[in-house]
Nanobody, 122 residues
Framework: QVQLLESGGGVVQVGDSLRPSCAASGCPLARYTMGWFRQAPGKERDFVAGISWGGSTTLYADSAKGRFTISRDNAKNTVFLKMNSLKPEDTAVYFC???????????????WGQGTQVAVSS
């Protein structure tokens, strides 16, 4: 089974950019559809973006469209989430997740990382 480890979060100012990454081990990343989710304090965990196993198809939440870009490097077993024009409402713990199912914004992601904190200050 795959293990996931996020990194690259941090504290930034409004309008800044970040690019968290998710490193996979235990199994080749290419076997999995990957997703990024986030959870703000006191709120449920929400889907942010997803990418098919080969990278040809992506899916974004409305809040991420036009600002965030998900990508993957299967040779390096790593998935990225480039976040531009960050807003205070983007503050959350960001999790990557993997599934052997088709790309979706819902349930079905079986493997999760521990998360990386992103804080956007105004």
């Amino acid at each position: 089974q795959v293990q996931l480890l996020e990194s690259g979060g941090g504290v930034v100012q409004v309008g800044d950019s970040l690019r968290p990454s998710c490193a996979a081990s235990g199994c080749p990343l290419a076997r999995y559809t990957m997703g990024w989710f986030r959870q703000a304090p006191g709120k449920e965990r929400d889907f942010v973006a997803g990418i098919s196993w080969g990278g040809s198809t992506t899916l974004y939440a409305d809040s991420a469209k036009g600002r965030f870009t998900i990508s993957r490097d299967n040779a390096k077993n790593t998935v990225f989430l480039k976040m531009n024009s960050l807003k205070p409402e983007d503050t959350a713990v960001y999790f990557c997740a993997a599934t052997s199912r088709s790309l979706s914004a819902g349930a079905g992601y079986d493997y999760w990382g521990q998360g990386t904190q992103v804080a956007v200050s105004s």
